[in-house]
């Protein structure tokens, strides 16, 4: 459990992304987290993406629940204005007075899933992105990494248009979400997503506390 004696940073708060592919386990992780932070008397703020604002939230139910296919380029651009608007009007300002912010999703979904899983150019992609978000970038993302096949057999019937996609889409999905963290190993913690879950959580709030150790002593 959070350390109740360990003050938050003085500076800004923390923002923690959840990361993985589809039935990873990242809704129950992301609440886990927060009743642990919650616990230590910290301010917490659970998000999920797109979603947080009315815009967000019109955002996700067109591209979770449309029937009609929309092109990559298209479905890039929903996702960045939903991100964009949630950044401006709800996190930074949740930063500033010093809160932990918890989003199920964020930039890297991006990455992953129409950069490597829909093959969009990954450089335009970051640099549109980094556009959307005045350049925020978390401070710890934790990456929930499951089988496709395991995937398959966690989600039920009722799917969205994600879960949907043929496995060779979520293959590179799954492979994408590895560069990324293979690139930046101190910002990630990957995680087997079949471990139970409380084991799970013990393994997250263990990082967090150490980041934010780090984040109070600079």
């Known amino acids: 459990m959070i350390n109740p004696h360990l003050p938050p940073p003085n500076r800004h708060g923390l923002l923690i992304t959840f990361e993985g592919g589809e039935a990873a386990g990242k809704t129950t992780q992301s609440e886990l987290l927060a009743l642990h932070l919650e616990a230590g008397g910290w301010q917490v703020l659970r998000l999920r993406e797109p979603g947080g604002t009315p815009l967000g939230e019109q955002v996700r139910h067109l591209l979770l629940q449309r029937e009609t296919q929309l092109t990559p380029e298209a479905e890039l651009m929903l996702f ?3 991100r964009a608007e949630l950044v401006r009007r709800v996190i930074l300002p949740a930063l500033t007075d010093g809160a932990v912010v918890i989003c199920d999703r964020f930039s890297d979904s991006t990455y992953a899933y129409q950069g490597f899983g829909r093959g969009l150019d990954l450089d335009e ?20 990494d ?15 248009a994600f879960e949907r996609e043929a496995d060779a889409f979520h293959e590179r999905v799954r492979e994408g979400y590895i560069a990324l ?25 263990e990082r967090v506390q150490a980041k934010a150790s780090q984040s109070s002593s600079n």
């Open 125 to 144: 992609v970051r640099r549109l992105d980094a556009f959307a978000t005045g350049g925020l970038v978390p401070d710890l993302t934790v990456l929930l």
């Open 80 to 82: 960045l204005a939903a």
């Open 146 to 160: 499951l089988p496709v096949e395991l995937s398959r057999r966690r989600l039920g019937s009722d799917t969205d």
């Open 181 to 205: 963290a293979g690139e930046n190993p101190e910002r990630w913690l990957v995680l087997d997503a079949t471990l139970e879950a409380q084991t799970l959580a013990n393994l997250i709030v």
